[in-house]
């Protein structure tokens, strides 16, 4: 499939290689059976594009979950989640998988801004088959994590962009990174390609950190990584966890001992992995699951 996409950077490790190989080409049987539209626009920008993925008959009131690839903000498609479409499908829900420009020809906040953008225009821009987007579950995995939480922490810039905040029921980001600051990152590290490349020209690293937006949150929050993720991920789940417990809307976490940062991810490929459980409860009752 990836003959196919547009060419990107290299990506950063063998492992994101070898785990961008593995979704993609599970992608390419995910649409087989269901309801799907591809490529549909909510910009000009030729990423800022997203798939639908629907059983073949939909709820009239069938929430969406819209789910934020990864990539480190540089690398990444949308075709990253289709792999979830019919787990995600078993559990009354549509999917939606959004493309967001990338960095470095597009700095942070551009992704953030794309993600307002298509929450804005959603429920216009969905077929017809798809329902009415009337409860809206966001979720990514790693720098898809990053942004699904930063939007829900920040409603108030959703309002502003005509996002129905209302409609937004639940957030659940898969390992992602929270607290962009590092005082001293290492020349070619990971944290040192955050200020190299994803992070524009007047834009800080508190301005992108979820952690930096939780104060007052009301958003149902459901945070999951793995016992085997990077020390950054690790850190900053504990730590948006702990704050986020302390502000009105409820918040659970969950890690998965045995899992690395690419298979918090690749494990859904399992359909009764209790991820789509927690989505289940979150995005037709509202109840943040506890285990």
Not at 60 to 66: E, N, S
Not at 136 to 157: K, Q
Not at 176 to 200: C, K, Q, T
Not at 272 to 288: K, Q, T
């Amino acid at each position: 499939m990836k003959s196919l996409l547009n060419p990107q950077m290299p990506l950063p490790s063998a492992a994101a290689q070898a785990y961008e190989e593995c979704v993609l080409a599970w992608a390419q049987q995910a649409g087989v059976g269901l309801r799907v539209a591809k490529d549909l626009p909510y910009g000009s920008d030729p990423l800022q594009r997203f798939d639908v993925y629907a059983a073949q008959r939909v709820a009239p009131d069938a929430p969406v979950l819209v789910f934020f690839h990864g990539g480190g903000w540089t690398n990444g498609y949308k075709e990253y989640a289709a792999f979830m479409a019919r787990h995600v499908i078993s559990t009354g829900c549509v999917l939606v998988t959004p493309g967001y420009r990338l960095a470095p020809a597009a700095p942070l906040p551009a992704a953030f801004d794309d993600g307002m953008a298509l929450l804005s225009r959603l429920a216009g821009l969905l077929p017809a088959w798809a329902g009415p987007a009337r409860r809206v579950v966001l979720a990514g995995h790693s720098a898809g994590g990053h942004l699904a939480a930063l939007l829900a922490l920040r409603p108030d810039d959703l309002a502003r962009a005509g996002v129905a905040v209302d409609a937004l029921v639940g957030c659940m980001p898969i390992s992602g990174i929270f607290d962009l600051h590092h005082p001293e990152p290492a020349p070619a590290s990971l944290e040192a390609r955050v200020y190299d490349m994803v992070l524009g020209p007047d834009t800080d690293d508190a301005q992108m950190s979820p952690l930096c937006w939780a104060r007052g949150n009301r958003i149902p929050m459901v945070l999951s990584w793995g016992g085997h993720d990077s020390l950054r991920v690790r850190v900053s789940n504990h730590r948006l966890a702990s704050v986020l417990a302390l502000q009105p809307g409820p918040v659970a976490s969950f890690v998965d001992p045995d899992a690395d940062h690419f298979q918090t991810h690749t494990g859904l490929a399992v359909a009764d992995h209790p991820w789509y459980g927690r989505l289940a409860s979150l995005a037709h009752s509202g109840i943040v699951p506890r285990e």
